[in-house]
């Protein structure tokens, strides 16, 4: 039954991935720091992603966005309207419009966070739910980074969709994990996986991300395709 495509607060797992991104701020240069283990560390690679999405004064000088696009939903052949709102510090409204499905909705405004969809109506986050909106909701998140994530570590380089990339893995205040996986060709982030905690339990999420486009000199990520739980969603900006 098609029901079940709101057992869990789509829009919420999206928030880390089109959240703006800034640098790790003033000091010295990490671009070329390498580890222990021979590959570049945590800090070296966020600071070179930082610089191919537009440098630091670029990405500072955006405190806030709004990104539109469409979301479609492949296994139904379902499609609808996204709206997302974002501003620093850490606020943010997210909004899909299903064709005669109804609404999804969450977000935070610095107090509260929530979820919204026709089957569940609205709920107020709490718990893990809410640690994990607080972290995606970080409109400067590089900057916080070791706030966010205590634990940082360059595992590897991989391959992902025929392209090698660092992983690395960001562990949270709570032990939580997430792996982000950035191309060593281009410094661009191209995947996130991660759990999330939902309503019906801890979900599973890949997120691939594609074609990085300027907008006011910043690179923004316009394709995205996410496998949440065995669901697959797309969504173009």
Known sequence: MIKNRFKA?????????????????GGPDYADEVGANG?????????????????????????SRTQSGQFDIVAFGVSGEMVMKTAAPNYVSQNIELE????????????????SNPLQGIQQ?????LDDMLRQAEYFL??????VYPQQ???????VNGEEAY?????????GETLAYFSADTSYMIRVSSSTATPMGTVPTTTDIYDYRE??????????????????FEIQI
């Open 9 to 25: 607060p789509v829009a919420l797992l999206l928030a880390l991935l089109l959240a703006a991104c800034t640098s790790t701020g």
């Open 167 to 175: 992983e690395v893995k960001l562990t949270d205040a709570n032990g």
């Open 100 to 115: 005669g499905l109804g609404t999804i909705n969450s977000g935070y405004n610095g107090e509260v966070a929530w979820n």
């Open 142 to 147: 590089p900057l916080t980074y070791a706030n």
């Open 153 to 159: 570590e360059t595992v590897q380089l991989t391959d």
């Open 125 to 129: 986050l709490t718990g893990q739910m």
């Open 215 to 232: 907008f006011d000199g910043e690179l923004v990520p316009v394709s995205l395709s996410v496998d949440q739980g065995g669901q697959q």
């Open 39 to 63: 590959l570049l560390t945590p800090r070296a690679i966020f600071a070179r992603y930082v610089e191919a999405i537009g440098g630091e004064s670029v990405l500072r000088s955006h405190e």
